[in-house]
């Protein structure tokens, strides 16, 4: 599973407005909110393990903290 982060897109201006208003200049572009499920995609078969959530190119313990760095598939500054 793969969470693309607050990316700007029309879901969520409608869904949320008030929260787009204030948090809105902070939204990922549609292109950064996909580019971990792009990268993932194109992953040989079965790498990475399957199972995990993915945000930025990291997989996120349960907990809800980043696990092990891997590669990142985004120039996004960290």
Known sequence: MVH??????????????????????????????????VWLAGQPDGEPEGGQLWLDGDPVASTGSRG?????????PT
Not at 70 to 76: A, F, G, L
């Open 68 to 76: 092990p760095t891997s590669p990142k598939p985004s120039s996004r």
């Open 4 to 37: 693309p982060g607050w990316a700007d897109t029309p879901g969520v201006h409608s869904g949320l407005p008030t929260f787009t208003k204030v948090v809105g200049p902070l939204f990922r572009t549609p292109e950064v909110g996909a580019d971990t499920a």
